[in-house]
């Protein structure tokens, strides 16, 4: 005899289910981001849950190693992994499969799994979508994607006034630091450091290091880690890093024209410029973005990766974005709606066949009834009734 546990239905940490209610929301709003990244030009893709790992991690991957569950290929011996991000895998597809050197605009929406959590609760098991341009190196394509994230958003009824776009642009920490023949180990503390916003870390890191000193890296770092706010943040900018940093005043100049041109079609979004954010530093080469509730929930993010498509044998710039679907659905702005339908007795289906055929095709859902059980259960989610009156169908409310 089987003995069941008390357990033995707990799900793992970080890892949910959907069930019906939730299930049908988070379905029709990616049916609705599909209808509308297709309305934009971008073409569905679909990758494959596994792939071998050194494919898998290459480029924008390394970051994920850590969070890639991994096994053995029985067939080879060879080790795969389970995606926990769909943007390599889509970057390979163009680089490899659809190689060329026209633009490509190409959307997905899959699960994707994590070996551990964000360290904030956040689920292990994203279902993600997003979006990739590849083949422009210029601030339209970065705008395009910002855009298209916002129209996204905007299919669950999260819209402009709602949120806040946060950017960035790895550009301008890279320009200070390039000259400085950091080993990688000091490489790594200093970046650490950077993004802990520890002034004296840094302080101490490049004492000793002469080009830091010459050129003030020190005072030019701790400039940066203050430069957050609103669309003034690029003036101080400038009037910081106007001596020596040609290639910082680039990234900055970059920065600005994506933000003018999102305003141009979103006026009435909040801008946040944080130039010492440094996500996915080790493969982001320029602007980055990220779209919050004014609450500081992320539903999307994104950035330019220029050199990812080189790892493939084909570089090409890209820029992208994505999100989780399950998460966005749970901001939506609207009710969760329960699905009806049209009930049909038992006694009338053989009959009624074609019309229920019929009401299927036209898109309603019909319900029929089982025989020997309570038809009330069946009904339960049912708001009418299919009759038949005068040798007529008819669909009648419940009463």
Request: some cysteine; aromatic content about 6%.
């Amino acid at each position: 005899m089987t003995r069941i546990t008390p357990d033995r239905w707990q799900l793992p940490d970080g890892v949910d289910e959907l069930l019906p209610d939730a299930a049908w929301q988070v379905e029709a709003l990616r049916r609705r981001i599909v209808d509308c990244c297709m309305s934009w030009g971008f073409d569905l893709v679909m990758p494959p849950m596994i792939e071998y790992l050194d494919s898998l991690l290459t480029g924008t991957g390394q970051t994920m190693d850590l969070q890639t569950f991994k096994l053995v290929d029985q067939q080879n011996g060879r080790t795969m992994g389970v995606r926990a991000d769909m943007t390599p895998q889509v970057a390979r597809m163009d680089a490899h499969a659809l190689r060329g050197d026209m633009p490509n605009r190409l959307f997905y929406t899959g699960s994707v799994l994590r070996a551990r959590t964000d360290g904030f609760g956040g689920s292990r098991s994203p279902l993600q979508f997003g979006a990739e341009l590849f083949g422009h190196a210029g601030s339209h394509s970065d705008i395009e994607v910002i855009r298209l994230m916002l129209a996204t958003l905007a299919e669950a009824n999260v819209t402009s006034p709602e949120l806040i776009l946060d950017l960035g642009h790895v550009g301008v920490y890279r320009a200070l630091v390039k000259n400085l023949n950091l080993t990688p180990e000091a490489s790594d503390a200093l970046f650490n450091s950077v993004q802990r916003g520890s002034l004296p870390d840094v302080q101490a890191l490049l004492a000793g290091i002469p080009e830091a000193q010459s050129a003030g890296t020190a005072q030019l770092l701790g400039e940066l880690l203050n430069l957050r706010g609103g669309e003034n943040v690029l003036d101080s900018a400038r009037s910081a890093f106007a001596s020596g940093a040609d290639d910082a005043l680039q990234a900055i100049d970059s920065l600005q024209a994506v933000i003018d041109g999102v305003l141009q079609t979103h006026p009435d979004i909040e801008i946040n410029i944080d130039l010492a954010e440094l996500r996915g530093y080790s493969y982001h080469t320029g602007v980055l973005f990220a779209a919050y509730t004014a609450s500081g929930d992320e539903l999307a993010r994104g950035g330019r990766y220029d050199a990812v498509g080189a790892a493939f044998g084909h570089p090409r710039p890209a820029t992208g974005f994505s999100g989780d679907l399950k998460k966005l659905a749970d901001a939506m702005k609207v009710a969760k709606q329960r699905h009806t339908g049209i009930f049909v007795s038992h006694d009338l289906v053989n009959e009624a066949w074609s019309e229920i055929e019929r009401l299927r095709r036209s898109g309603e859902r019909v319900v029929t009834e089982l025989p020997d059980l309570d038809g009330v259960q069946h009904r339960a989610n049912c708001d009418r009734v299919l009759e038949r009156n005068d040798g007529k169908w008819s669909v009648v409310e419940r009463l």
